[in-house]
């Protein structure tokens, strides 16, 4: 605690855990094995000119993390200004760059560009610099996309299913009685839980 605590003075930082008038039971962040000692070993720091963008932090024990350690949560207020082209960022067209490896793919590309670009030479110097700016973006999108191909991104197949979600519970259930009872019973129950459930997720991923 003294090594975090020179840290954080000496980054001009402040440690936003101990800041907050908590029980007990939301300020430990570790059970030892044992179940019977408590500590806290996570923190949150932040910049102090920033410290008060910071409105509460906690731990929450009856998180199922499949860990002894517990989720610790910070709630921050921030205003952040979003540019006018953010929203369009998403929507713009992908190429398969991977495509560029391949020197056949790549020798194309360079003569899409340059017939194309033939056509730019005769534009006259009285033109619309913005104007000529958008005749040399779409030449370019225009033969990276007949050259390349677009981009396909890729679908997550869903494996998490009601099945899981029965196990996931089960795991949790396990859990909260080792919090509220952590005798050797209750924790021998949650570890063979645990790989129990660990087991039958990774034969779920594995087969999707």
Not at 40 to 69: E, K, M
Request: charged share 30%; aromatic share 8%.
């Amino acid at each position: 605690m003294v090594r975090l605590v020179n840290f954080a003075t000496s980054k001009n930082l402040s440690v936003k855990i101990t800041m907050f008038p908590h029980r007990n039971i939301h300020k430990q962040t570790w059970t030892y094995p044992g179940g019977k000692t408590h500590n806290q070993i996570h923190h949150i720091l932040i910049d102090r000119r920033w410290q008060s963008s910071v409105l509460d932090v906690r731990c929450f024990g009856g998180a199922d993390c499949d860990t002894d350690h517990y989720l610790v949560i910070a709630k921050a207020r921030e205003r952040l200004a979003v540019a006018k082209q953010a929203s369009q960022r998403f929507d713009r067209q992908r190429f398969n760059l991977r495509k560029l490896n391949e020197p056949e793919v790549r020798e194309q590309y360079h003569i899409e560009i340059i017939n194309r670009s033939a056509a730019l030479e005769n534009l006259s110097d009285d033109e619309d610099l913005d104007r000529t700016w958008e005749n040399i973006k779409e030449t370019i999108e225009t033969s990276a996309k007949e050259s390349l191909g677009l981009h396909e991104l890729k679908q997550n197949k869903p494996w998490f299913d009601e099945e899981c979600l029965g196990f996931f519970n089960q795991r949790k259930w396990a859990k909260m009685q080792w919090i509220q009872d952590p005798s050797q019973i209750n924790v021998d129950n949650l570890n063979n839980v645990r790989r129990e459930v660990s087991r039958h997720f990774r034969n779920k991923k594995r087969h999707i």
